[in-house]
């Protein structure tokens, strides 16, 4: 089993970054794939960024440049490093977590365990 929480979320204007935080129970943080999704009032939770047991790195096209996942094994957390921020990043923030696996790493579904979300709301 593994708990998931976040933090960092907050009411920044648009153009100003956010640093956000998911820290992770359990032994073998390593070996999990970790995500970032987001849900926007009246939208479905979509897929924002994930890094992967190895390292590699996938984004929701509208925040690359502006968003960068890491994680620390070490530290059990996984980080979304969010810059010029805008109004439509304004949403809740999700850490996912999953084993290591081959499928589809932008797909909700296929993710084991959630956090309970961060605010994030980017003023214009």
């Known amino acids: 089993q593994v708990q998931l929480v976040e933090s960092g979320g907050g009411l920044v204007q648009a153009g100003d970054s956010l640093r956000l935080s998911c820290a992770a129970s359990?032994?073998?943080?390593?070996?999990?794939?970790m995500g970032w999704f987001r849900q926007a009032p009246g939208k479905e939770q979509d897929f924002v960024a994930a890094?992967?047991?190895?390292?590699?790195?996938y984004y929701l096209d509208s925040v690359k440049g502006r968003f960068t996942i890491s994680r620390d094994n070490a530290k059990h957390t996984v980080y979304l490093q969010m810059n010029s921020l805008k109004p439509e990043d304004t949403a809740v923030y999700y850490c996912?977590?999953?084993?290591?696996?081959?499928?589809?790493?932008?797909?909700?579904?296929?993710?084991?365990?959630w956090g309970q979300g961060t605010q994030v709301t980017v003023s214009s």
């Open positions: 996912a977590a999953r084993e290591s696996s081959y499928s589809s790493i932008y797909y909700r579904p296929n993710y084991e365990y």
């Open positions: 890094i992967r047991s190895g390292g590699s790195t």
């Open positions: 359990g032994r073998t943080f390593s070996a999990y794939d």
